[in-house]
């Protein structure tokens, strides 16, 4: 049974930075694409980053320069290194893991298993 558990959220002023982290058991996070999506209230769900199987990474427009993916193999987590901070960034930010090598990785259903998701708060 896979099983992603992010952690990291919080309330942060604007400018500031957070570290989310995806914690994933019954997957091998080096294995599978992994990515990170966020959804604010009233909003659809949307892409941040990936990081592909193969190390590649692959940023939402709004967190070039801002955000890095990595993960880190041993722990089996992923993580997303947010700075910058603004308060349009408030959002539930969710892990998910992608089962197909191929297709759309900035797509929501491109991806089978997701975390239940971490609150992050940007105060202005």
């Known amino acids: 049974q896979v099983q992603l558990v992010e952690s990291g959220g919080g309330l942060v002023q604007a400018g500031g930075s957070l570290r989310l982290s995806c914690a994933a058991s019954?997957?091998?996070?080096?294995?599978?694409?992994m990515g990170w999506f966020r959804q604010a209230p009233g909003k659809e769900r949307e892409f941040v980053a990936a990081i592909s199987w193969n190390v590649n990474t692959f940023y939402a427009d709004s967190a070039k320069g801002r955000f890095t993916i990595s993960r880190d193999n041993a722990k089996n987590t992923v993580y997303l290194q947010m700075s910058s901070l603004k308060p349009e960034d408030t959002a539930v930010y969710y892990c998910?893991?992608?089962?197909?090598?191929?297709?759309?990785?900035?797509?929501?259903?491109?991806?089978?298993?997701w975390g239940r998701g971490t609150q992050v708060t940007v105060s202005s």
């Open positions: 998910a893991s992608k089962t197909l090598r191929y297709g759309d990785l900035t797509a929501v259903s491109g991806y089978d298993y």
């Open positions: 019954g997957r091998t996070v080096s294995t599978y694409t």
